[in-house]
């Protein structure tokens, strides 16, 4: 992927990463050195921890009951396709140890379990896209205004 298109991509995970208010800060917030290493928060827990941050975004952007209908049916569709692409490490662990034990290693086999992740990536990446699309369309100019400053210094803080 060209520099512009991970660029774009990046803007956009960025965004998608606002909307559902820090998954991936909750995903190891707990346990091991810094969120590193096991003893993380369950699926659930990591909902309701994204779901306060999106509360506290969406009081700051004072959407109205029917904004926030709307942005909590897209939070809830992107909770689904980030829980759909989340790998089974012990299972793909045990695929990919079966094909290396084997005497012959068929490569097609190799590109089927990278295929099999690509697809899911994929899948993520277009369910980011349309939450991105659907957000930008539920909030008025003043509120996309207000959120993009909120994203910006988030990204001063935290991002590269």
């Known amino acids: 992927m060209k520099r512009r ?18 998954v991936a800060a909750a995903k190891g917030a707990k346990g091991g050195h810094c969120g590193w290493g096991r003893g993380s928060w369950s699926a659930e827990d990591k909902k309701k921890f ?7 975004v969406l009081e700051d952007l004072e959407v109205t009951s029917d904004q926030r209908t709307q942005i909590y049916a897209t939070r809830d569709k992107l909770f689904v396709a980030i829980e759909e692409a989340k790998p089974d490490k012990s299972e793909k662990f045990d695929q990919i140890t079966a094909l290396f034990e084997k005497n012959d290693l068929d490569p097609r086999e190799v590109e089927a379990l990278k295929q099999e992740h690509r697809d899911k990536i994929t899948k993520l990446e277009d369910a980011v896209s349309e939450a991105v699309v659907e957000l930008h369309s539920t909030l008025t100019p003043e509120q996309r205004k207000q959120l993009v400053t909120k994203a910006k210094k988030f990204h001063d803080r935290f991002g590269d």
């Open 5 to 22: 298109g991970w660029m774009k991509f990046g803007l956009l995970a960025g965004v998608g990463a606002l909307l559902v208010g820090g």
């Open 50 to 56: 994204a779901s306060a941050k999106i509360d506290e």
